[in-house]
Structures are given as C-alpha cells and as structure tokens.
C-alpha cells in the first residue's frame, strides 16, 4: 500500500518539475502533499498528517497560484 | 541553453548524492535506535504535563521555548511576506478593511457559492475543534491556525466573487486590520505564557477559581498551560496566514 502510494508521490514529483505548464506542476505538488498526507497517516502520525494536509495541499497551493496568476503561466526555460 | 540543462543536471546530481551521503549510514548502520528519551516521555508524559496526545505534550510542555521559537521564525516570514505584499503597487493598504464591493464578480460560480457559503463556516469550527483539543486528539495550535486560515481564505475568495452567500456580512469583516490585531493580540499572549512561572500560575488559577466555583476541574488545571498556548498559537498562526492571503487575494480586483 505505502509502495504504491510512494511510486505516484515519486510520479507526481517528476511531473512537477518537468511540466511546462506551471499550473499543473503546482497540482501536481498538490497531489503529492496529499499523498504524504496519507503516507503519515498510515504510519500512524496524524498530528503531521493534518499539517501536511493544511499546509501542503491548502495554504503553499494557494500561494503558488496567486503567484503564477500575477507573473506567467508557461515555463520558458 | 544547452550548457544550462547540464548545470542543472549535475547540480540535482550533487544534491542527490550529498542527501545520500547523509541518509545512508543512518538507515544502513546497526547501532539500536535510542529508547531513552522516548521511553521517559511515553511513561512520565501524562504525569508531567496532562496532556494526552503526546506529541502536545512534548511540543508545548517539554520544549514549549522551541515552540516559541518557532513562532518567531514564522512571525518573521510572515512580517516579510507582507512587507513584499503591500508593497507592491495596486495593492490595498493595511488601513483598509474588507474588501470589494458585494456585486457579483466575474468569478461568480455555483462552485464559489458553496465553498465560501456553506462550506467555510464548517472549515472554521473544525479549525477551531482541531485547535482546542489539541491535547487529546491529533492537532494543536499550528495545525488549527492553518485549517483557521483556510476557513477565512474561503470566505475572502466569496468575497471577490460576491457569492458569500446566506452568511451574514459581519462574519465576513475579516478585513486585514482585524486580522492583524487578533495577530498581535495572540502573539503577546504566547510571549505572556512564554515567562518563567507564568504556566504553573495559570495552572493554578484554573484549579482556585474550579474550586470556589464547586467544581472539580480534574485534569484541567494540570494542561490548562498547554490549552491556553494552542489557543494563542492557533490564532496568531490563523490570523497571520490569513493576513498574508487575504491581501493577497485583495490585490488582484483590478
């Protein structure tokens, strides 16, 4: 269970960094918060769960999107 | 352009390997864990502190200061964050409380309406659950103030796109003045526990005052300390973040 979860965190985190899109890379970030989240959840952590749940996936997407909505959306390197 | 691609190869390579360099002999060597201080705090933990949830009892009873010191770091970054924020151009000022007008807003949706309506309320009182049982359930001041936060950036995303909803409109007055002073109201509070002696005298003010009221506080005064400081930790976390969003979010009407 925690393997499979660990190859899409591991997917996810290549994605991010490759896509040209800088939205979806941030969704991607997102996802992969989301499965730490439940990694540490099911290493039986839920104080570190919850902060990487609110922090990961909610607050750091918000910002990184208010941020890619203020400048550009493509990765021109 | 090519020349860069290969920095960057080998720079994620030099990382990769220094990390290893670091991780390996901690995973790979056979010397047994350490056990003393874990064993100490799982027998004498509830005894020392009162709390329940373990990790409140060594975050804010064994290494409160760390904790405080924490708050700092974060007080900081915050305090930067927002510098940067509002000074941008087109930004709105601190002074200014709540913000755009209630029209329906270009990003007016049936989606925006429930978050923000039905939705945030609920966020909010988790936040609040999650901020006050820090000593017995998963959670604790740091992890309410984000989920608090969360519940008012909600609120400010219906806000912008007018679709608050059936919520009456002095819920929805956490305009970044407010924020800021509930801010610094908590800061000082934690500073106030933060004293020498300051936790054991809250402790027993909550044990006299439950005893002339008749009532045997059993257990509450011993974690009272840890309770008042996730309170003020989960509203000045809160309130900050939500400070550093919501002007965010407040810059962008144009």
Redesign the interface.
């Given at each position: 269970m925690i393997e499979a979860i660990l190859a899409i965190v591991v997917a996810a985190s290549i994605y991010a960094i490759l896509a040209r899109d800088l939205l979806h890379g941030v969704i991607a970030l997102s996802v992969t918060s989301v499965l730490s989240a439940s990694i540490f959840f099911l290493a039986s952590a839920?104080?570190v769960?919850?902060?990487e749940a609110?922090?990961g996936a909610?607050?750091s997407t918000?910002?990184f999107v208010?941020a890619i909505?203020?400048t550009e959306r493509t990765d021109r390197? | 352009m090519r020349r860069g691609k290969l920095l960057s190869a080998a720079t994620g390579l030099a990382a990769a390997s220094l990390a290893l360099a670091v991780l390996a002999p901690v995973v790979m060597s056979d010397v047994d864990w350490p056990t003393a201080a874990r064993d100490t705090i799982a027998a004498d933990g509830y005894a020392a502190t009162g709390a329940t949830n373990l990790v409140s009892a060594i975050y804010l009873g064994y290494r409160a200061f760390d904790t405080l010191g924490e708050t700092i770091v974060l007080l900081v970054a915050l305090a930067g964050s927002v510098a940067l924020v509002a000074s941008t151009p087109g930004r709105p000022d601190l002074d200014r409380d709540g913000g755009p007008a209630d029209s329906r807003g270009p990003g007016h949706t049936d989606i925006i309406n429930v978050i923000a309506g039905k939705l945030a309320p609920i966020v909010l009182l988790f936040g609040t659950y999650v901020m006050l049982y820090g000593h017995t359930s998963p959670g604790g001041g740091f992890q309410g103030g984000v989920v608090l936060a969360s519940g008012v950036i909600f609120i400010a995303i219906g806000r912008r796109a007018g679709g608050i909803g059936r919520i009456s409109p002095s819920i929805t007055a956490f305009g970044p003045r407010t924020l800021s002073v509930i801010e610094a109201i908590a800061f000082a509070t934690v500073l106030a526990l933060s004293f020498p002696g300051s936790g054991a005298a809250l402790a027993g003010l909550i044990e006299a005052t439950g005893a002339s009221a008749g009532v045997a506080a059993k257990g509450v005064a011993a974690v009272g300390p840890i309770i008042a400081l996730n309170i003020g930790i989960g509203l000045k976390v809160g309130s900050g973040v939500a400070l550093l969003c919501v002007m965010m979010l407040g810059g962008d009407q144009e």
């Open positions: 839920p104080d769960a919850i902060t609110a922090v909610g607050l918000i910002i208010w909505r203020n390197s | -």
